[in-house]
């Protein structure tokens, strides 16, 4: 699961977010909501962390943002035990969950992950595109009902490309969807990922379903 963290106290980010990355979450810190919402212009997660308190922007500020822009990723508050309103305000601006400071680190994770449940059960389950199927739920891959076997990263891109359907995605979107946000890849990381990802989905069939679009990205497409 990839988490984004965002809290301004420098020594709780530092804990949590090394606590998290113990539990097996991917996790990128921020300390302030104006940094938040610059990540959120380029990154895709699982579940979003905010504590209410930042400079800059605030937690609040950041969920408006977020729901101003059609992201819908599960949100989770961080907010002071008196602050009944900004809860209450949080819930209202589209907020998934709240979690009261001081919290147990094990309610934390058990509301992460009851939260990517949520998510997941809202996606849709079964993703089509002419005869490719992938099984969100199952993270299976068929074509013409052949089971066809993908790595992580080449799954995650397939899996982005159908979300996104005769969408242009470009190299940079597939880029932060593989990797966590320090990552520094190479220019030509995802066209090599495509190349073999086609040599499965593409090469052993007649029509061809992922689309070069040349200077933009690429789209995977109906068959005409």
């Known amino acids: 699961m990839k988490i984004l963290l965002a809290e301004d106290q420098k020594t709780l980010n530092t804990i949590?977010?090394?606590?998290?990355?113990?539990?097996?979450?991917?996790?990128?810190?921020?300390?302030d909501g104006e940094e938040a919402i610059d990540i959120l212009e380029y990154m895709t997660y699982d579940v979003i962390?905010?504590?209410?308190?930042?400079?800059?922007k605030n937690g609040l500020e950041v969920l408006t943002h977020m729901r101003g822009n059609n992201i819908q990723t599960p949100v989770l508050l961080l907010t002071a035990k008196d602050k009944v309103e900004d809860r209450v305000k949080g819930l209202e601006l589209g907020a998934d969950d709240y979690l009261i400071?001081?919290?147990?680190?094990?309610?934390?994770?058990?509301?992460?992950?009851?939260?990517?449940?949520?998510?997941?059960?809202?996606?849709?389950?079964?993703?089509?595109?002419?005869?490719?199927e992938v099984n969100t739920t199952t993270k299976s891959v068929t074509r013409?009902?052949?089971?066809?076997?993908?790595?992580?990263?080449?799954?995650?891109?397939?899996?982005?490309?159908?979300?996104?359907?005769n969408e242009v995605v470009s190299r940079e979107r597939l880029e932060n969807v593989t990797s966590d946000y320090d990552?520094?890849?190479?220019?030509?990381?995802?066209?090599?990922?495509?190349?073999?990802?086609?040599?499965?989905?593409?090469?052993?069939?007649?029509?061809?379903?992922i689309q070069t679009v040349r200077g933009f990205g690429y789209s995977m497409r109906e068959p005409q």
């Open 49 to 56: 962390i905010l504590d209410i308190m930042m400079p800059k």
């Open 101 to 132: 400071k001081p919290f147990a680190f094990e309610e934390l994770v058990a509301r992460l992950h009851a939260l990517s449940r949520r998510r997941d059960q809202n996606i849709q389950e079964v993703l089509t595109c002419g005869d490719l």
């Open 183 to 209: 990552y520094e890849g190479y220019s030509n990381v995802i066209d090599v990922f495509i190349k073999m990802i086609r040599k499965k989905i593409d090469h052993p069939f007649d029509k061809k379903l």
């Open 16 to 31: 949590m977010k090394e606590r998290l990355s113990q539990q097996g979450f991917v996790v990128d810190a921020v300390l």
């Open 144 to 165: 013409n009902k052949t089971a066809i076997h993908l790595s992580k990263k080449e799954y995650l891109i397939v899996e982005y490309l159908m979300k996104h359907k």
